[in-house]
C-alpha cells in the first residue's frame, strides 16, 4: 500500500495532519501500538520540519508485511551540514517559529531515535529527502 501526502510549507494549522493520517491507517491495519507510536512520533518531527523549514513536501508512506517505508522530500533551503542538524538543540528555526512552540532542535534527533533506519540528504536551496523505515516486528 502507497499512501502520498502533501505537505505545505509554513501551514502550521495543518501541521500533523498527514501522520495523523498515518496513525489511522496502521491502526486499521492493526499494527502493533508501540510500533505505531514510534512511527507517527517520526512522522510528526518530519512533518513540521517541512512546515517550518521548506516551501513545500511529499511524504511518501510505504507499508509492506514487514515494513513501513516512508520518504519525505521537500524544496526548501535544505541542510548545509547534516552532522550539525543531527545535534540535540540546534535549530535554524525562526523567532517566529519558535514563538509557537516549534524549533528547540530535536526534530532530527527524536526521528532518529524512533526509527529503525533514518537516511538524509540535502542540497542548499535545493531541498531535503528523508527516508525512514520502521519494522513490523
Excluded at 93 to 120: C, Q, W, Y
Excluded at 128 to 135: G, P, Q
Amino acid at each position: 500500500m502507497v499512501f502520498t501526502f502533501c505537505i505545505e510549507g509554513g501551514n502550521f494549522s495543518k501541521a500533523g495532519s498527514a501522520s495523523s493520517e498515518v496513525k489511522k491507517i496502521l491502526k486499521q491495519l492493526n499494527v502493533d501500538s508501540k510500533i505505531i507510536k514510534r512511527t507517527v512520533v517520526s512522522l510528526y518531527e518530519a512533518e513540521v520540519n517541512v512546515v517550518a523549514h521548506a516551501f513545500d513536501g511529499d511524504m511518501i508512506v510505504e507499508i509492506f508485511p514487514d515494513k513501513i517505508a516512508v520518504r519525505i522530500e521537500d524544496k526548501g533551503p535544505g541542510i548545509p551540514d547534516i552532522d550539525k542538524a543531527m545535534e540535540k538543540g540546534f535549530s535554524t528555526a525562526t523567532p517566529k517559529v519558535r514563538e509557537m512552540g516549534f524549533g528547540a532542535g530535536m526534530g532530527l534527533p527524536n526521528i532518529k531515535k524512533n526509527s529503525d533506519e533514518m537516511n538524509i540528504s540535502s542540497k542548499v536551496n535545493v531541498g531535503t529527502k528523508l527516508e525512514i523505515v520502521n519494522y513490523l516486528k
